[in-house]
């Protein structure tokens, strides 16, 4: 498997290759199809693991790859389903330590996850747009979005 791009720009797969045509799908929609060889060229610098990933909505993906493991995500989906919180009510309500927490809130707001908010006067978090899409494409509920 290889990644491939059309004149127009559109990212495929290619799946299988003759000498006159290519078997491609479309990893966002899943379409397959026949083109031309020569209409297609090599995508060079993107992994086709990467390329694949494309079927996984884009909000979807960023919280998946932000999420290191099962608290790192029930972090996010306590702030999204019962935020904001502040500081010290994650440090209390939760079993991470200090450093933990920091290190999982810094790698959410990288990500676009999340965001500092102010909370009965105290620096708090709430989960920014982007998160709430792509929990809720993961947990199958419809998105505000």
Do not use: I, W
């Not at 078997?23 to 990467?50: A, M």
């Not at 999982?104 to 709430?126: D, K, S």
Request: charged share 35%; with cysteine; hydrophobic share 30%.
């Amino acid at each position: 498997m290889r990644t491939v791009r059309d004149d127009s720009g559109t990212v495929y797969l290619l799946l299988k290759e003759s000498s006159d045509a290519c078997r491609v799908r479309n990893p966002e929609t899943g379409e397959e199809s026949y083109r031309d060889s020569d209409e297609l060229e090599p995508v060079s610098g993107e992994s086709t693991l990467t390329t694949a990933a494309r079927a996984v909505p884009e909000p979807a993906r960023r919280v998946l790859t932000a999420t290191p493991d099962e608290r790192a995500l029930g972090l996010l989906v306590d702030l999204r389903e019962r935020g904001p919180h502040s500081v010290r009510h994650l440090l209390d309500d939760t079993d991470l330590c200090e450093s933990d927490l920091l290190g999982l809130l810094t790698e959410f707001r990288a990500a676009g996850l999340v965001e500092e908010t102010r909370v009965l006067g105290e620096r708090g978090y709430a989960t920014t747009d982007r998160a709430d899409e792509g929990l809720a494409r993961l947990t199958g509920e419809k998105s505000d979005q």
